[in-house]
């Protein structure tokens, strides 16, 4: 069987959680916890999450080519790279994401600390607050308190992911990797206090969410905690 070593909160890691669950592949999860390159080297053999195992024991991380992997280790499931997607979409939907990385993360360091396993770990949440705020440069309490800033200089891109699913139904007509992208990426935003995002994008990251059989929101109970 397959195991993925993952952080529940890590839009990563949700990235591959997607892809396992559309293809429908049976795996064992081993929930990590946030505590430095050190730590997650000691279980996984890698300095960064998500890891897979392999029936074999060989081991593999970087979200994107664990999923080229699976399309490659088994082939009777449904593709997300080639019969899925075209290049030209695929990088196009990349373009995309790269355009909002700063504006997004900004947007959810502050929400990610909703999930357990990191919001209610003190140590994971030292060394979360340290690499995130040295990243981003702001505290997360200051990041909270300017999102609807961020969130207004990212809305036209939003907008335009949301007309594109709204249209297809995903990013193109047939669930693909770069779906898998788009929701484990931006499912943060779900969490943001006070901002509603599009129904068409809500209701996209429902279809996707149903097409894997796979929730990405934290325990409804710890949803609206403050980091």
């Given at each position: 069987?397959?195991?993925?070593?993952?952080?529940?909160?890590?839009?990563?890691?949700?990235?591959?959680?997607?892809?396992?669950?559309?293809?429908?592949?049976?795996?064992?999860?081993?929930?990590?916890?946030?505590?430095?390159?050190?730590?997650?080297?000691?279980?996984?053999?890698?300095?960064?999450?998500?890891?897979?195992?392999?029936p074999d024991g060989s081991r593999q991380s970087e979200s994107l080519e664990i999923i080229a992997e699976l399309d490659r280790r088994f082939p009777a499931?449904?593709?997300?790279?080639?019969?899925?997607?075209?290049?030209?979409?695929?990088?196009?939907?990349?373009?995309?994401?790269?355009?909002?990385?700063?504006?997004?993360?900004?947007?959810?360091?502050?929400?990610?600390?909703?999930?357990?396993?990191?919001?209610?770990?003190?140590?994971?949440?030292?060394?979360?607050?340290?690499?995130?705020?040295?990243?981003?440069?702001?505290?997360?309490?200051?990041?909270?308190?300017?999102?609807?800033?961020?969130?207004?200089?990212?809305?036209?891109?939003?907008?335009?992911?949301?007309?594109?699913?709204?249209?297809?139904?995903?990013?193109?007509?047939?669930?693909?990797?770069?779906?898998?992208?788009i929701t484990g990426d931006l499912t943060g935003l779900r969490l943001l206090?006070?901002?509603?995002?599009?129904?068409?994008?809500?209701?996209?990251?429902?279809?996707?969410?149903?097409?894997?059989?796979?929730?990405?929101?934290?325990?409804?109970?710890?949803?609206?905690?403050?980091?």
């Amino acid at each position: 069987m397959l195991t993925l070593i993952h952080f529940d909160f890590c839009p990563f890691c949700q990235r591959v959680r997607l892809a396992l669950g559309y293809k429908k592949l049976p795996f064992a999860e081993t929930p990590a916890r946030f505590y430095g390159p050190e730590h997650f080297c000691s279980i996984s053999g890698f300095e960064r999450l998500p890891v897979i195992v392999y029936p074999d024991g060989s081991r593999q991380s970087e979200s994107l080519e664990i999923i080229a992997e699976l399309d490659r280790r088994f082939p009777a499931t449904p593709p997300l790279h080639l019969g899925a997607i075209a290049a030209a979409d695929l990088e196009a939907a990349m373009a995309w994401r790269a355009r909002i990385s700063g504006m997004l993360f900004r947007l959810i360091a502050p929400t990610l600390p909703q999930y357990p396993g990191l919001g209610d770990d003190p140590r994971a949440m030292r060394y979360y607050r340290k690499r995130m705020e040295g990243w981003l440069g702001d505290t997360l309490e200051g990041l909270q308190a300017r999102r609807h800033l961020w969130y207004a200089s990212m809305e036209a891109d939003l907008h335009e992911i949301t007309d594109r699913v709204a249209r297809h139904g995903f990013y193109t007509p047939v669930l693909s990797v770069a779906d898998t992208l788009i929701t484990g990426d931006l499912t943060g935003l779900r969490l943001l206090e006070g901002i509603t995002l599009p129904p068409e994008l809500n209701a996209y990251f429902a279809r996707v969410e149903a097409a894997a059989g796979i929730s990405l929101l934290p325990d409804p109970l710890l949803q609206g905690q403050n980091p």
